[in-house]
Every structure is written in structure tokens, then in C-alpha cells.
């Protein structure tokens, strides 16, 4: 099959991270990390649970965009120890085979992927303690391949399981959501759109004003999930230009910021508080800071504006993103801050106990659910690295969501209007 493939091999790496210093494109470029294979061998069904997917169209995440750029945290290599990877975990596919013990998915069902791979997947009983906490998607064995052979915490980053960037990736039955005939252009938003509610339900409503730092796609489905959880609340969007202002008023978001020391300047006029000065910092504090902050950038200026806009005993959501970064902390401990991390979608106990990929896909097959236009860019296999770069690009570009066709030979269901990424 043909696939985007990442060779996670030191000398890759060294080379992209040196040349990456000098040139933006090094990650997908001869000697990078990321290459095209035309004849990878596609992964086998681990087990008669197991059904083999062709990929209808996968998204490019920013994880994916930050392993094209070597971004990638040391500490959370831990669980990532595959050498090769078809990247790719926001995906939407359609069933090519069923293993024996399938009987509720055939052949030619269309399906979006949870990627999360936890211990039952990997066949291991007992399971985890995080496992049984309720937790799989923070289960501690990530790195334990069990039956799947993936050691990886999801599909997309172990080629022993495939990923969306390849034409073929098994899953486990469980994984797999019925879409039924759901645009292409929605379904493929189901595994961040299940991340984004994650999220937003990491904070437990204790109060009416929020912000949301980032209009991409994660900051995106954060608000439009914020909106749709809590009509009433006051959503305010840090975002630093026009693309991304008139896409999260589209989603929901109640009015925008600016970014830096601007954006407490704005909410002490809009909403009252005084603006606190301390000594050579360029952030000023707010007096009346907002109940939470969902940061779904994780720079170092980001989570340092989330920590100066909280009222005391506000709350911190980070979303992903964050690698090491040089922080002051102070205002935690000073001001009771409460730090909630999330990544993945998982069980949702706090509505009805399903997963949040399942309730992603019911909410995307709501047309109110007010999200196309999020994916901006379609590419064939053939444009990968034009669809690399749009995505690395990103508000540059004019670009939200981009996604990949590998298999010309799957047409995509309802409408499309994305763009193809320009070389
Ligand atoms: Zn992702
Ligand atoms: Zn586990």
C-alpha cells in the first residue's frame, strides 16, 4: 500500500532538527523524518476482534505537524517507541474485512476511529489501575503492545497498527464508530472534536466567564463544545488575527481577544477589575480574572497569559500542546489555581458514561452543530508534502484543518468544498 511514513531513527531525527533550523520543510524533504512509501506492507488484523480499514480521509493534527518538525517531548517518549510510523489518528474509513469475532460491522461500513488503544485492546486481563480507574485513555501501559503491536498510545503512530496517512489500518471493533452516510468533511472531525469535549469537561462549571487561547482546530470544537454544554456561558477567544477571529465566532465563541498583555487590558475594560502592574514582567494581572482557561496552544506566553487572566481558585486547562516549557509559576500557588491536563477522549461520566468519540459523532451529525468550514484543505497522497506544509502553515495559510486522501479509488461522501493546498 502506499503510505506517509515517519522513520523515527536518530539519524532522521538529527538531520530534520539540524536542518529545520534553516529551512521550514526539512521534516518532509530527502533525509527528513517523514518520506512516502509506495509499497509498505499493510498491517495483518491482530486478532479476530479486528476489522482492516481503507482510510477515506485523515486529518493532520498538530502532533503530526510537530513530529514532522522533530517537536516532540523526551519525557513522553516513554510511550512512543515505534521506529516506524503511518501517522495519522483523525480518521475516517471504511471497512474492508472483519475478523471471526465481528459480527455487528461489514464489509463497506463507513466508520470514524476512536485511535485510543488501552488494555482490553491489547488483549491484557488484568487491567491497568488507570484502566480500571475508568481512565483508558491515560491507561500505563501505552507503551506495552500486547496483541496489537502497536507501541503507541493510539493508531497513527505505530505502523504495526497503520495509521490515516496509509490506504489500509486495522482497528479494533470497538474503535470503530458507524457513521453511516455523515459528510466526510464532518465525520473526519470526530477524534479531535472528541478531544475539544474532553476537555471542556476537564472543567467543572463554577462560574460564568472562560477563555479559550487558540482558534485552531482544537480551540475551534473547544468552544463550538463549550457553546453547546453551556448556552449561557461567556466564551471569550484569544486569537491573533482575522481568520481566526471570524471562525470562532462562527463556532460559538461570544467576543475576542487579543493576544499578550492586550488581552488583560480588554477583559478589565469589558468586565470591570483592575489591572495589577508587576515589576519587570511584560504580563500586567487582572484583578477579576475569568473562572477557567482552556490553552490549546502550550507555548510558554500562552500558558503565562492563561495563568495571569484566572481569578483566584480559577481553573487551567491545558490542552495538549505543552512541551517543556520556562514558566513562572508563581500565581498557582499564590492564587489556588487548579492545572487540569487532557490529550485524548475517553469515558464521559459526567453525561452519560459513553465515550467522547461517541457523542462527537452525534453531535457532527447534527446540522446545527455549527462546524463546516473547519477543514480547509483536501490533498491526494501525491501532495503530501503541500498538505504538510499548508497544515504547518497553518493561519499563515489561510488554513484549518487539512486532510488527506490516500486512496483515490474512495469517493468522499456529501459536501465538499475544501480547497487543495497550493504547492
Ligand atoms: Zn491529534
Ligand atoms: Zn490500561
Known amino acids: ?116 488503544l488501552s488494555c482490553v485492546h491489547r488483549g491484557f486481563d488484568p487491567v491497568c489501575g488507570s484502566c480500571a480507574r475508568g481512565l483508558p485513555h491515560a491507561c500505563e501501559r501505552f507503551d506495552q503492545p500486547g496483541e496489537t503491536g502497536c507501541a503507541a498510545p493510539t493508531q497513527g503512530f505505530d505502523a504495526a497498527v497503520g495509521g490515516g496517512f496509509g490506504q489500509v489500518l486495522v482497528a479494533h471493533r470497538s474503535q470503530c464508530l458507524p457513521v453511516g452516510d455523515l459528510a466526510s468533511t464532518r465525520a473526519v472531525l470526530t477524534e479531535p472534536l472528541a478531544v475539544a469535549l474532553h476537555a471542556a469537561l476537564r472543567w467543572q462549571r463554577d462560574g460564568d466567564r472562560v477563555v479559550v487561547i487558540g482558534p485552531g482546530t482544537i480551540g475551534l470544537l473547544l468552544t463550538a463544545a463549550l457553546r453547546r454544554l453551556h448556552p449561557d456561558l461567556d466564551v471569550a477567544m484569544v486569537s491573533p488575527g482575522s481568520f481566526g477571529d471570524e471562525r470562532a465566532i462562527a463556532v460559538g465563541a461570544s467576543r475576542i481577544l487579543p493576544t499578550g498583555p492586550a488581552a488583560v487590558h480588554a477583559l478589565a475594560e469589558q468586565d470591570g477589575g483592575r489591572v495589577l502592574t508587576a515589576k519587570r514582567t511584560p504580563l500586567p494581572l487582572l484583578e477579576r480574572g475569568v473562572d477557567a482557561v482552556f490553552d490549546c496552544v ?126
Open 1 to 116: 500500500m502506499r503510505a506517509v511514513v515517519a522513520e523515527t531513527t536518530v539519524p532522521r531525527y538529527l538531520w530534520t532538527t539540524a536542518a529545520g533550523r534553516v529551512r521550514s520543510d526539512a521534516g518532509w524533504r530527502r533525509g527528513g523524518l517523514f518520506r512516502l512509501a509506495e509499497d509498505l506492507l499493510a498491517p495483518a488484523l491482530p486478532g479476530p476482534g479486528w476489522v482492516r480499514l481503507r482510510t477515506e480521509l485523515a486529518g493532520i493534527c498538530g502532533s503530526d505537524v510537530g513530529l514532522a518538525h522533530a517537536r516532540i517531548s523526551l519525557v513522553l517518549s516513554a510511550f512512543y517507541t515505534a521506529s516506524r510510523v503511518v501517522p495519522g489518528h483523525e480518521v475516517v474509513a471504511v471497512v474492508d474485512a472483519v475478523g471471526a469475532e465481528v459480527d455487528d460491522l461489514a464489509v463497506g461500513d463507513r466508520v470514524a476511529l476512536d485511535p485510543v
Open 298 to 423: 502550550g507555548y510558554p506566553d500562552t500558558i503565562d497569559l492563561s495563568l495571569h487572566l484566572l481569578r483566584p481558585g480559577g481553573t487551567l486547562v491545558l490542552v495538549g500542546a505543552a512541551r517543556q516549557q520556562p514558566v513562572d509559576w508563581s500565581l498557582v500557588w499564590n492564587r489556588e489555581l487548579t492545572i487540569r491536563g487532557t490529550i485524548n477522549g475517553g469515558p464521559e461520566p459526567s453525561l452519560d458514561g459513553r465515550r467522547s468519540a461517541e457523542h462527537a459523532v452525534d453531535w457532527l451529525a447534527d446540522p446545527a452543530f455549527p462546524v463546516d468550514g473547519l477543514v480547509t484543505h483536501l490533498a491526494p497522497l501525491d501532495r503530501w508534502q503541500d498538505a504538510l506544509a499548508v497544515a504547518s502553515a497553518g493561519p499563515r495559510a489561510r488554513a484549518g484543518k487539512v486532510a488527506l486522501q490516500p486512496d483515490p479509488q474512495l469517493p468522499l461522501v456529501g459536501p465538499v468544498t475544501a480547497l487543495q493546498p497550493r504547492p
